[in-house]
């Protein structure tokens, strides 16, 4: 896969693209990630991006221009890509649209900044995601959740490919209980059915948590889910 991202502080994504699992996935080309500086592609002698709004109002709007030029460029090299605008209008990123998306062969995503963007940049794009309902300076930040969530879905990132497989929101549920060595840590012990070997009783037991898990913190995510059987037969 290929990801383009379109921001005006390409400096900002270097830690997050030169750590752990994207480091890995860009070393061994599973993704190609790359930044374009959205100023590199204004006709602006000073490269500026933004201007007041017309008709007025606080801040600064970035223009349609430079972001117009970056998309047609970088399209050269990324063809067929969906483009996505992050912005707050978007629909609220989730871990279908992670799937939907992780199976795409290239994207490229523009960050606004600034008060907003020009209307017309709409014009160019495929989709809008939201990765909440809050106010974030730029949209950085949300390319890199995007980024990060989709990359690790694609085949051959994760060292087990039964990792995003029983990670939270694949099945709609959160993550059940997990445990490691050792068995009794400050006289808190690990369930008995976990050291048992019958994993049959082990897939009930984490089911049946996962499902109460999901009750107790997260009971919103409860509509999701279908066919729902709790069945106490796992202690």
Known sequence: MRIDVLTLFPGMFDA??????????????????????IRDYTKDKHKKVDDKPFGGGPGMILGPQPVFDAVESVKKKNRNATVILMSPQGKLFAQAMAHRLSGRKGIIIISGHYEGIDERIRDIVDEEISIGNYIL???????????????????????????????????????YPQYTRPAIYNKMKVPDILLSGNHRLINLWRRKKSILRTINKRPDLINNIRQLEIKDTTR
């Open 16 to 37: 997050v693209f030169g750590e752990s699992i994207i480091r890995r996935a860009i070393g061994s080309k599973k993704v190609s990630i790359n930044l374009h500086n």
């Open 137 to 175: 300076t730029g949209g950085e930040l949300p390319a890199m959740v995007v980024i990060d969530t989709i990359v690790r879905l694609i085949p051959g990132v994760l060292g087990d490919s039964e990792s995003s497989k029983y990670e939270s929101f694949p099945f709609g549920l959160l993550e």
